[in-house]
């Protein structure tokens, strides 16, 4: 296959496929090499083909001679007849944008993907080389984990034996503790109930004496 310059400006090499001779082809096998090679230096001075897969090469400051396109268009014409196709392989263009990321926390994958139109193949061009898909890992900071208290411990002793006392007990919030931003466990990490609430006995106790009664006898003892 023969090489060809397309467009200065994407820099992209195009091919020329092998040109199948047919009865309208005025040139022998032996002398459309050749002829397909003088193609090519049309092209890189400026002429625009109406080949398949054909493009001319932008030159600055240059105009292409009326003689020189004159020429030119003749031999093209010649060369479509022998069925000629100029092959353009693939190019791949810029990635699109990064696809949303399939989780918001924990580790999530994202994509984009780009087009092998820059160019596309053509005449029997090869395909674009590479992927046409990337992926990459997203949101990879942990999820955020609300707390939730674990079970509740064992009552305390009673603050009293009798006439109601207290008594509490506790949980934690590690069931499982917060964490990356979580929430802390709702509710209360303590309580309290009334224990003990029956009446103490008491025991009896004297009061204060009485005043002593009159003696019973005025003389040789009495009692009282």
């Known amino acids: ?11 992209v090499l195009s091919t020329l496929t092998p040109t199948t001779h047919t009865a309208k082809c005025r040139y022998s096998a032996e002398k459309l090499p050749g002829k397909i090679e003088k193609y090519n230096k049309c092209l890189s001075i400026g002429f625009d083909p109406s080949i398949e897969g054909c493009e001319k ?14 020429k030119c268009a003749e031999l093209e014409k010649y060369l479509m007849k022998c069925g000629h196709k100029c092959s353009v ?3 791949f263009g ?24 820059n160019p596309a193949p053509m005449g029997g061009g090869a ?8 992926m990459r ?3 990879t900071d942990p999820c955020p984990v609300d707390g939730m208290y674990g079970k509740w411990g064992d009552w305390s002793e009673c603050s009293a034996e009798c006439d109601g006392g207290r ?6 919030c590690n069931n499982p503790a917060p964490q990356y931003g979580g929430e802390d466990c709702d509710g209360e990490s303590e309580e309290t109930r009334v224990c003990n609430p029956q009446p103490c006995s008491v025991d009896g106790e004297f009061g204060d004496w009485e005043n002593w009664s009159e003696c019973s006898a005025e003389c ?5």
């Open 220 to 224: 040789d003892g009495g009692r009282q």
């Open 137 to 139: 890992q997203c949101n």
């Open 57 to 70: 090469v932008e030159r600055e400051n240059h105009k292409l001679r009326r003689n020189d396109r004159k």
């Open 89 to 91: 392989d693939g190019m």
């Open 127 to 134: 395909d674009c080389e590479g992927e046409s898909q990337e």
């Open 167 to 172: 008594q509490s007990r506790s949980r934690q």
């Open 94 to 117: 810029e990635f699109g944008d990064w696809s949303e990321c399939s989780e918001e926390c924990g580790g999530g994958n994202q994509t984009r993907s780009r087009e092998c139109n």
């Open 1 to 11: 296959m023969i090489s060809l310059t397309l467009l200065a400006t994407v820099a």
